[in-house]
C-alpha cells in the first residue's frame, strides 16, 4: 500500500474503468446475437473478466501487503466452486438410478 | 488465569513504548496495534473475511438459480427475456462508473485531498441512488405485468424462445422470478447499507476524521461497495442476458 505510492494510480484506474465499460458494452451486445451453446459462456467469460479486474485492481489485491487477503479470497473462491459442484454432482446424477 | 494477565502485560509492554497513553502515537492507533499499518492490515484482512461469508450467503442462491435453470431452461428464457436488459446494462454502466468513484475516495483519503474525497463519496451515493431508481423502475413494470411471485401472477400463453408453438410452463416461470426478486432484491437492500456506510463515511471526512495515516473506513467502506458491484457483474449477465439470442 505504502509501496506503490511514488506513482499516481490514477491512470491505472482509468484504464480499468474503461475496459469495464467496455466489457459491459460487449456482453450486452453480444447477448443478441446466436452463438448457439457459447452465449453462456461468452457472457459468464466476460463477467469474470470483469469480476476479476474488480477485485485485483479496484479492491487492491494485486498489491495488498498481506498475503492473508490473497488466501482468504482464493479460498473464497474454492468453497463457493465446491458449493457449486457438490450441488451439481447431486442434481445431476439423480436420474442415473 | 495470572499467566495470562502477566503475558498481557509483557505484550503491551512490547508493543507500546511507555507510558500507555495517547501521546505518542496516532489518536487512531488502538493499543492492541503494534502500529498504524498493522491495525489497518487486521481491518481490511476481517473485512476479507466477511465478504467471503457474503460470497456464500449469494452463492446459496445462484447455486439455486443454476440448478432450476438447468431444469426449466425454456421457461427461464421465456421469463428472462421479459425483463428490461437495456435497463439492466444501465445499472451495470452506474454501478461501474460507482467503483471508479470510490476508488477515487479512498485514494483521495490516502493522498489528502479532502475536495476529492468529498465529492468522490457524494457522486457515489448519487449513483447508488440512480441504481435504485432505475430498479425501481425494473420492479413497477414487472408489478404491472403481474409477473411478481404470488396471488395475482399471471404468465399465460408466453412462447418458450426457439420453440415455435410451445408456451412457458407459469409455475417454473414463477420460480424464475422468485429467484430475480430475491437476488436482486438482496443485492438492493446491500446497496442500501452501502448508502448508510457512505453517509457515515461522509460525515467522518467532513469533520477531517480521514489522514493519510488513518483512512481505514473509507478503504473498509470501499471494500463492501465493490462487492456489491461484483454481485451486479455476475447477476446482470445470469438474469437478464443468457436467453437474449433465442
Given at each position: 500500500m505504502s509501496d506503490h505510492s511514488k506513482s499516481s494510480p490514477l491512470p491505472k484506474y482509468f484504464a480499468v474503468w474503461i475496459a469495464l465499460l467496455v466489457c459491459t458494452f460487449l456482453t450486452y451486445k453480444a447477448a443478441?446475437?446466436?452463438?448457439?451453446?457459447?452465449n453462456a459462456l461468452v457472457a459468464l467469460g466476460i463477467a469474470t473478466f470483469k469480476a476479476t479486474l474488480v477485485t485485483l485492481f479496484f479492491m487492491h489485491v494485486w498489491h495488498a501487503g498481506e498475503k492473508l487477503v490473497k488466501l482468504v479470497v482464493i479460498s473464497t473462491l474454492f468453497f463457493f466452486l465446491l458449493l457449486l459442484a457438490l450441488s451439481m454432482a447431486d442434481y445431476g446424477t439423480r436420474l442415473w438410478s | 488465569m495470572s499467566d495470562s494477565s502477566t503475558s498481557n502485560s509483557s505484550l503491551a509492554g512490547l508493543q507500546h513504548?511507555?507510558?500507555?497513553?495517547?501521546?505518542?502515537?496516532?489518536?487512531?492507533?488502538?493499543?492492541?496495534?503494534?502500529d498504524v499499518q498493522q491495525q489497518r492490515n487486521s481491518a481490511s484482512l476481517g473485512m476479507w473475511v466477511f465478504l467471503a461469508t457474503e460470497v456464500m450467503f449469494f452463492g446459496g442462491l445462484f447455486c439455486a438459480y443454476l440448478i432450476y435453470r438447468l431444469a426449466y431452461f425454456g421457461d427461464f428464457a421465456a421469463a428472462s427475456k421479459s425483463i428490461d436488459a437495456t435497463l439492466g446494462a444501465t445499472n451495470t454502466a452506474v454501478l461501474i462508473c460507482s467503483s471508479l468513484t470510490v476508488v477515487l475516495a479512498v485514494w483521495a483519503a490516502e493522498t489528502a485531498r479532502r475536495t476529492l474525497l468529498i465529492g468522490s463519496l457524494i457522486l457515489t451515493m448519487l449513483l447508488g441512488l440512480a441504481f435504485l431508481g432505475i430498479k425501481g423502475k425494473e420492479y413497477k413494470d414487472k408489478f404491472d405485468e403481474h409477473?411478481?411471485?404470488?396471488?395475482?401472477f399471471s404468465f399465460e400463453n408466453v412462447p418458450v424462445p426457439g420453440h415455435p408453438g410451445q408456451y412457458a410452463n407459469p409455475q417454473h416461470a414463477e420460480i424464475f422470478f422468485a429467484l430475480y426478486f430475491v437476488m436482486t432484491g438482496l443485492h438492493a437492500l446491500h446497496m442500501v447499507i452501502g448508502l448508510g456506510i457512505f453517509t457515515w463515511l461522509l460525515i467522518m471526512a467532513w469533520k477531517g476524521r480521514f489522514t493519510p495515516q488513518y483512512n481505514t473506513p473509507v478503504e473498509i467502506g470501499g471494500l463492501y461497495w465493490h462487492f456489491v458491484d461484483l454481485i451486479w457483474i455476475y447477476l446482470f449477465p445470469l438474469l437478464y442476458l443468457i436467453d437474449r439470442h433465442l
Open positions: 443478441y446475437l446466436d452463438l448457439g451453446r457459447f | 513504548s511507555e507510558p500507555l497513553g495517547h501521546g505518542k502515537h496516532h489518536p487512531e492507533l488502538l493499543h492492541h496495534f503494534a409477473h411478481v411471485p404470488g396471488a395475482s
